[in-house]
């Protein structure tokens, strides 16, 4: 894996590119000293992400100003969250003096879709140590969640790499971080990019997600399901119901599928 | 005065229930050995998480949106994240323009 070549090639090539290097290796802990390698190949494959990162965190930063927050409160918000949707969620309903009760029960509401991503991560985190893996979840918003489960899975055999998720951590984080704090000082700066199409970033990045989840069409259909029903819940309930009923139904289907198999 | 006393209580009251949900879900599994079956289960949970949480997108009613989706998908089957994001941008935002 050359980590030295052109930018744009390796962004372009997309991260099938890793595993056809010396990254597929047949013993599966990642070796000491791999570190910054795989750190470097997180930063790299969270790049493309950016793209979202920029103009939301700018957006979010201006509403943020807006609705009374103050220039130091906004990083603040985004920094200890990390969370875009419930961030967003709670600029929305921020008053003067704020509802905290409100702002928590929504915040659990749409966060509470990392309960089930932290389950899917646990069997794979089991040999680090438990404060490293306390400190790694902090950061485990879904992008970060997202690729590294789909770099587990492009990679069978291999463990957890604690350089990768650092690498798109620290890249994403510190890109949220710096951006929101921008939108607040400078007001938006690219307007509202969303009536352009830049809000498809976000959904483009989970179909991509699951096109490395794939395998095979009966396993996607317990994901049709989990699709339909959050639709449908969407429509009829208000609030974030529609993640857990979604993922519930989608269980439900996989717990069937599975039984057949 | 830069920093408020009830907004920063707020914010350290979301920051705290954001936390919790990120570390519930290996707290509950923690030490658990699971059975093939339910690793089986397991791999296929993570994809029914991703659609839900985009579920909105696809019934936001405007055709140019579902449009758009279907132009993303269909550029995810041939091509990588970059290309595949530049795709749905550029086609959404064209048909918006286009449809409304």
Same mark, same amino acid.
């Given at each position: 894996?050359?980590?030295?070549?052109?930018?744009?090639?390796?962004?372009?090539?997309?991260?099938?590119?890793?595993?056809?290097?010396?990254m597929?290796?047949?013993?599966?802990?990642?070796?000491?000293?791999? +570190?910054?390698?795989?750190?470097?190949?997180?930063?790299?494959?969270?790049?493309?992400?950016?793209?979202?990162?920029?103009?939301?965190?700018?957006?979010?930063?201006?509403? !943020?100003?807006?609705?009374?927050?103050?220039?130091?409160?906004?990083?603040?918000?985004?920094?200890?969250? +990390?969370?875009?949707?419930?961030?967003?969620?709670?600029?929305?309903?921020?008053?003067?003096?704020?509802?905290?009760?409100?702002?928590?029960?929504?915040?659990?509401?749409?966060?509470?879709?990392?309960?089930?991503?932290?389950?899917?991560?646990?069997?794979?985190?089991?040999?680090?140590?438990?404060?490293?893996?306390?400190?790694?979840?902090f950061f485990?918003?879904?992008?970060?969640? !997202?690729?590294?489960?789909?770099?587990?899975?492009?990679?069978?055999?291999?463990? +957890?790499?604690?350089?990768?998720?650092?690498?798109?951590?620290?890249?994403?984080?510190?890109?949220?971080?710096?951006?929101?704090?921008?939108?607040?000082?400078? #007001?938006?700066?690219? #307007?509202?990019?969303?009536?352009?199409?830049?809000?498809?970033?976000?959904? !483009?990045?989970?179909?991509?997600?699951?096109? #490395?989840?794939?395998?095979?069409?009966?396993? !996607?259909?317990?994901?049709?399901?989990?699709? #339909?029903?959050?639709?449908?819940?969407?429509?009829?309930?208000?609030?974030?119901?529609?993640?857990p009923?979604?993922?519930?139904?989608?269980?439900?289907?996989?717990?069937?599928?599975?039984?057949?198999a | $005065?830069?920093?408020?006393?009830?907004?920063?209580?707020? *914010?350290?009251?979301?920051a705290?229930?954001?936390?919790?949900?990120?570390?519930?879900?290996?707290?509950?599994?923690?030490?658990?050995?699971?059975?093939?079956? $339910?690793?089986? *289960? $397991?791999?296929?949970?993570?994809?029914?998480?991703?659609?839900?949480?985009?579920?909105?997108?696809?019934?936001?009613g405007?055709?140019a949106? *579902?449009?758009?989706?279907?132009?993303?998908?269909?550029?995810?089957?041939?091509?990588?994240?970059?290309?595949?994001?530049?795709?749905? *941008?550029?086609?959404t935002?064209?048909l918006?323009?286009?449809?409304?």
């Open positions: 894996m050359s980590l030295s070549g052109p930018f744009p090639r390796l962004l372009l090539t997309g991260r099938h590119d890793f595993t056809t290097g010396t597929q290796t047949t013993s599966p802990p990642i070796r000491q000293g791999t +570190f910054w390698p795989e750190f470097l190949r997180g930063m790299k494959t969270s790049l493309p992400l950016l793209i979202a990162f920029v103009p939301f965190g700018l957006l979010l930063g201006s509403r !943020a100003v807006q609705k009374g927050f103050s220039i130091v409160e906004v990083p603040l918000l985004t920094g200890l969250n +990390f969370a875009g949707g419930s961030e967003f969620a709670a600029v929305g309903l921020w008053s003067i003096p704020p509802a905290i009760l409100l702002l928590a029960g929504v915040t659990f509401l749409i966060n509470s879709r990392h309960i089930l991503m932290g389950a899917t991560l646990a069997p794979h985190l089991r040999h680090l140590p438990r404060w490293k893996i306390f400190l790694l979840l485990m918003c879904d992008e970060v969640w !997202a690729l590294t489960l789909a770099d587990l899975h492009d990679r069978p055999g291999c463990r +957890f790499s604690t350089g990768f998720y650092g690498g798109i951590t620290v890249c994403l984080y510190l890109c949220w971080l710096i951006f929101t704090f921008m939108g607040g000082y400078t #007001g938006n700066l690219l #307007g509202d990019m969303t009536r352009y199409g830049v809000d498809m970033a976000f959904p !483009a990045v989970f179909i991509m997600l699951l096109k #490395g989840m794939w395998k095979g069409a009966r396993n !996607a259909l317990p994901w049709c399901v989990s699709l #339909g029903v959050a639709v449908l819940v969407y429509h009829l309930l208000p609030g974030a119901w529609y993640v009923a979604g993922t519930l139904a989608g269980i439900i289907t996989a717990l069937l599928v599975v039984r057949g | $005065m830069i920093l408020h006393l009830p907004a920063l209580l707020a *914010i350290i009251v979301m705290l229930v954001t936390y919790l949900t990120r570390i519930s879900g290996y707290l509950l599994l923690a030490g658990r050995c699971l059975s093939p079956r $339910m690793q089986a *289960i $397991m791999d296929i949970v993570p994809g029914c998480v991703l659609v839900a949480v985009i579920a909105p997108d696809f019934a936001t405007r055709p949106d *579902i449009l758009g989706l279907f132009a993303t998908i269909l550029a995810a089957t041939r091509f990588s994240l970059l290309p595949t994001m530049l795709c749905g *941008i550029i086609t935002g064209l918006r323009a286009v449809l409304g």
